[in-house]
């Protein structure tokens, strides 16, 4: 679900923004007194980081359990995502630079 969020996160800010930034700023808030970091917290924060439609999505995840959903961009622009049988595979993109290249 992690990485379904995070990429989501990052298309919906052009890349200025991860579930890290997310994460940090809950923590933050729930450290200096604010609400505690909740189900609730978590589903309103990804949804004003993307869609209403997209926090539906993560509410069925969470709270009912569905399966989720990983886009084969999720890894873009270094890596790739393909799905062969139940198991993902993760490869280097074609047309990664050397940049992608020394990150990994």
Known sequence: MALAVDARIRASSNGARSLDDV???LCRRAR?????????SLIAAFTKETSPEFGEL????????????IEPDALAPCLALSFEGRA??????PGA???CRARL
Do not use: C
């Open 23 to 25: 994460m940090k700023a």
């Open 88 to 93: 993902p595979r993760v490869a280097v993109a």
């Open 97 to 99: 630079g050397d940049a």
């Open 32 to 40: 200096d007194g604010g609400s505690r970091v909740s189900t609730d």
């Open 58 to 69: 993560v509410t069925q995840w969470i709270v009912t359990g569905d399966t989720v959903s």
